[in-house]
């Protein structure tokens, strides 16, 4: 994404050291359907150009893949990464271990135990001296109408790398009877105790909405209705053939709303 948009600036001559400034940076494999980038803009075009002409400029120099879908005016001061809220969707029946019908009331008592402030060192990849400390604010599963629960949502501030795939392997592995409820009771509360619950492949994430002061978000962070997903198969083989599928269902979601949004 950043990338696509520094190449776009300079195509449109818009280009200036540190002008851009993307709020979430997500793994190699994680699809986007909405994220915040600062622009700042060379003074003759912020001036004159309309936000729709900006929005259309920009599309015209992204990537099939890559859409703005809008535009608007911020303080001078204004740091996307400082985010109010970050929303994550993970489609957990692209997981190999995760059963076809998992217990809905065992999911939901494993996505309980990730709400809250934790110290999630056990849950991410820490780099640095970031603190490993972060409070998730709702972490509950992604269901059918029928309760069957499909996948999870998971909401915070902010996120460490690797969070989220490492709390869907987490709760695959639950599902599946690989690890209980107590292993990951432990890795929360006991972060001094190195354990590897694992970490869910990158292609069933998704970057779904993010929430921030200075920015009028121009889509809802409400979590769709999977009704309309393919079931997925019992055998592995067919698991496997399934997989192509469930991609490029994820991709029609994402594709659904960006056409929704520029029409």
Known sequence: MEGSLRQALRRLTWWSDDCLEISSRTDAGVSV?????????PSSVSKQASKHSIIRALNDHLPVGAVAL???????????RYASSRKYLYRLEAIEEWPRKPDPEVIIEACSLIQGEHNFTNLSKIEGQRSPIRSVEECVPWCLDTGIPVGFSISARSFLWNQVRRVASALAGIASGRIAIHDLESALNSPDVPVDLGRAPSEGLVLWSIDHSDFSSPI????????????????????????????????ALLEKEWLIRLS
């Open 220 to 251: 809802s962070s409400s979590v769709p209705d999977p009704s309309y997903f393919t079931r997925r198969p019992e055998g592995l083989r067919e698991y496997r053939r399934w997989l192509t599928m469930a991609s490029i269902e994820m991709s």
């Open 33 to 41: 359907r909405a994220n915040l980038a600062r622009i700042d803009l």
């Open 70 to 80: 809008s535009a608007c005016r911020v303080p001078s001061g204004s740091k996307v």
